[in-house]
């Protein structure tokens, strides 16, 4: 993939671990409940995105209206107006949402390392929506942005906005991390991970010369 527009900055967050996260479900647009760990890493992300909220008052807070997502949303936004945006619901992974990662890799006769990538499972699965269709949905998501926005979405659709705004190939985006808990800046087609509030203090330190708050 190319990355040849400009994107305003973004803030995106994977929903906190859920049950189905715990139990190697492939879960796509059905859903389960946020583990206590899910709701701690929750909380972890709002603290990391408190100075950048209080920095930017007028920023928009979108996310994917799933219940893992919402939730981890809910707790994110203390308050704040968030958007639903059904184009950043988790890829559809038709008939295997809800089974075994592992009955599905012994069913396809996949190997190890299958197992273990979640991107290849949910690109290649029966009657999904597939990678085509995936990428142009987050394209014309991205391409309806006009102003600093908090995304909160899922593992592989996180990984596809980062793809196309850093400008990565397939390969690279199945090789990136579905981390949970964290912050994933995007901006000037660059990524860049803030895992503490210290870390998005010396973030804000360096960036609003040059990216002055929303309005």
Known sequence: MTQSVTYPTLYLLRHGQT?????GRL???LDSALTETGVAQAHAQR????????????IAIHASPLGRAWRTAS??????????????KEVFAGTWEGRLRAEVVAERGF?????KDMFSLFLSAPNGEGGAALEARCRAYLASLTQPTVIISHGVVSAFLRGIICGLSLDEIAALPHVQ???TVLSGGQARVLDTTEAAEAYLAQSLA???PAA
Request: proline share 7%; no cysteine.
């Open 19 to 23: 049950e189905w996260n715990v139990e």
């Open 27 to 29: 879960q796509g647009r």
């Open 47 to 58: 603290a990391i995105l408190a100075p950048i909220l209080a920095a930017h008052p007028g």
């Open 75 to 88: 707790v994110v936004a203390e308050g704040r107006a968030v958007q639903a945006v059904d184009g950043l």
């Open 111 to 115: 190997g190890s390392a299958e197992e």
């Open 181 to 183: 808990g964290v912050v």
């Open 210 to 212: 040059t990216d002055p």
